[in-house]
């Protein structure tokens, strides 16, 4: 029998570190700390950086292994901006995040709340049904929902790629957690003043649980735009999403770094300049989510 | 009319309130179907639906094309998913993603989470930029900067050159490409291992460390007995995930880098029936390939949940 995955107990807990207890450490334990975790940072960012330190070289320094690039140009954004759509890409893969987003939080919340609110004879057969899905894998479901898909006549359109995505089981769970973790007593007011449960769920629940619901919109949103597999079936010959159109980049350019970086590079910015403004929560989001 | 206030109900994990009045409202016991309705016709649609459908196509033989129709073949695709050699080099490769991953997924993280323990301010919040970042560059842009690292004359053989190594195109030469692509999926979960081990570390209760310091305990013997038993859930809950999930997360950047290739040697479970599906469109086979795979990670999933909650020693 499949039983609910429960979080190990500090799963949800900010991700500070226990300060230090007891006696003072000497003061080379702290260095070695700085120096573990330097190199985990480094070698992770290294990469990243490699993908753009590569993009600004002028064609001839490519092969260069210098660290920081002696001479720097845009020749090759310019190459990529003039050899793809890039705009509308953009444009149709924010749509589609956005879309996405909105409807996981609106269907996780009323979900979450119906589930943490009342109790009705069905609750735990549903409860285990939204969790056994974290166990499915998209392969087992591709070929079915390919099918479906093209027999409702949506292949090669956006609707195809949202539809899929508006539900998942982390953000639904993710909210159950945190509304039922609300103090009882203020629905029941609420219900005392004459609100209705919708009434009580949008003034009352909502702007208590703000967090919880960047959370899950953050994690939809960078979840939605990095999709791969699903966007690359149902999009094979569109421009629409930018993953697609990278993809598509990546195999026609051949072995021209520079390009090939370039739009790499512009794949992940949207996705790097949410994550510099919003930093601790999209860290957050993604620890509370467990993965996926 | 005031009434003595009943005792209120203590707050548990569960609530179970006010059923009741719902209920004498008459139709007022539709009101939390209504709300779970959007989610739960999702997931039925998305998920259960097709799971069920992949079950019957099992027993089917068809291509794919609407115009051609299925032929009922009964176990016959099941006996020649077990019989195909192929099938079983993608087991054993999918036991050798598990295995090469979990030293990304629990040993290495561990080690630094429990090394950076003391790191606090400023410092911090940079270095977990750092490392968190690769979880969020997408799989195209993943596999296109490490393609070009590891290429013929990229960086790493560059480097590797220096000391007289050649590894020559990583991805060409059946010696290295499964390591490849295990190396750059744990570079992309090392970072959120950290973060989750991190805050496992951070939800033990300092007071038991304390304690055991005041009676002399020595930090190995605190680490030992009370640090690691208590992390031993975030432990057991990453190994689950590597388990179940390793075949899911090298899957794009199999697609993007090697298509399985070569001669086989980096094709998991997943791609192997996503190839029969898409690019053969043997329905049936790779349908049954799925509840094959469905069932036997089921299976592990139990098995492992019920270790989970035998050797998990909980803080209260």
């Not at chain 1, 985990?40 to 960012?45: D, H, I, K, N, Q």
């Not at chain 1, 949506?154 to 769970?173: C, D, M």
Request: aromatic share 12%; charged share 10%.
């Amino acid at each position: 029998m499949l039983t609910p995955v429960e979080p190990p107990p500090g799963r949800a807990a900010p991700t500070t570190m226990p300060e230090p207890t007891g006696h003072r450490p000497p003061w080379w334990r702290g260095i070695g700390g700085h120096v573990v975790l330097a190199v985990a940072g480094l070698a992770s960012a290294f990469p990243v950086y490699w993908m753009y330190a590569t993009s600004v070289k002028p064609s001839e320094d490519v092969l260069d292994r210098r660290l920081v690039p002696a001479s720097v140009t845009l020749d090759n954004y310019a190459h990529v901006l003039a050899s793809l759509p890039f705009g509308s890409m953009l444009v149709g893969t924010f749509l589609m995040a956005a879309a996405v987003a909105a409807g996981t939080v609106l269907t996780s919340v009323l979900a979450a709340y119906a589930l943490a609110r009342w109790d009705f004879p069905a609750k735990r057969l549903i409860m285990l049904l939204i969790v056994c899905t974290w166990l499915v894998p998209v392969q087992a479901t591709m070929l079915p929902n390919y099918v479906l898909i093209s027999q409702l006549g949506l292949l090669e359109t956006l609707t195809a790629v949202v539809l899929p995505q508006l539900v998942t089981a982390v953000a639904v769970l993710l909210l159950f957690q945190h509304v039922s973790a609300f103090p009882r007593e203020l629905f029941d007011a609420a219900t005392m003043d004459g609100r209705s449960p919708f009434g009580t769920l949008v003034s009352v629940l909502l702007p208590n649980i703000r967090p919880a619901i960047a959370a899950v919109t953050i994690l939809a949103f960078i979840g939605a735009w990095n999709e791969y597999f699903w966007p690359t079936m149902v999009l094979r010959r569109s421009d629409d999403l930018i993953q697609v159109g990278i993809r598509s980049f990546l195999t026609s350019e051949g072995n021209d770094w520079g390009a090939l970086m370039a739009a790499s590079g512009l794949a992940c910015l949207p996705v790097f300049a949410l994550y510099f403004a919003l930093q601790r929560q999209v860290v957050d989001a993604f620890v509370r989510s467990g993965l996926r | 009319m005031l009434v003595d206030a009943a005792p209120l109900p203590v707050a548990g994990p569960v609530p179970t309130p006010a059923a009741a009045p719902a209920a004498a409202r008459g139709w007022g016991w539709v009101r939390p179907y209504l709300y779970l309705l959007p989610a739960v016709a999702g997931l039925v649609v998305w998920v259960y639906r097709p799971l069920v459908q992949t079950v019957e196509w099992s027993f089917y033989d068809w291509n794919l094309l609407p115009t051609t129709p299925a032929t009922w073949v009964g176990w016959q695709n099941y006996a020649e998913v077990m019989a195909l050699p192929e099938m079983h080099q993608a087991v054993v490769n999918t036991g050798w993603y598990v295995l090469g991953l979990l030293p990304f997924a629990v040993a290495v993280p561990m080690a630094i989470a429990l090394l950076s323990r003391r790191v606090g301010g400023r410092a911090r919040t940079v270095y977990q930029a750092l490392v968190f970042l690769p979880m969020l560059v997408t799989p195209v842009a993943t596999a296109a900067v490490w393609r070009w690292m590891l290429t013929q004359d990229g960086l790493v053989n560059q480097v590797l050159g220096v000391v007289g190594a050649d590894a020559g195109n990583w991805f060409r030469n059946v010696d290295t490409a499964l390591v490849a692509i295990i190396l750059i999926t744990g570079w992309q979960i090392t970072g959120f291992a950290v973060l989750v081990f991190a805050a496992g570390l951070a939800g033990i209760d300092g007071e038991y460390v304390q304690a055991a310091a005041l009676d002399g305990a020595s930090r190995r013997r605190i680490l030992g007995t009370i640090t690691l038993p208590l992390l031993s859930p975030t432990v057991l809950f990453m190994t689950l995930m590597t388990v179940l999930l390793s075949a899911q997360w090298s899957f794009a950047l199999i697609d993007l880098l090697t298509q399985g290739g070569p001669s086989g040697t980096t094709m998991n479970v997943y791609y192997l029936l996503y190839k029969f599906g898409f690019t053969n469109f043997d329905v049936g086979f790779a349908s049954a390939a799925s509840v094959v795979f469905f069932a036997a990670f089921g299976v592990l999933a139990a098995g492992l949940l019920a270790l989970l909650r035998r050797f998990s020693f909980y803080d209260n």
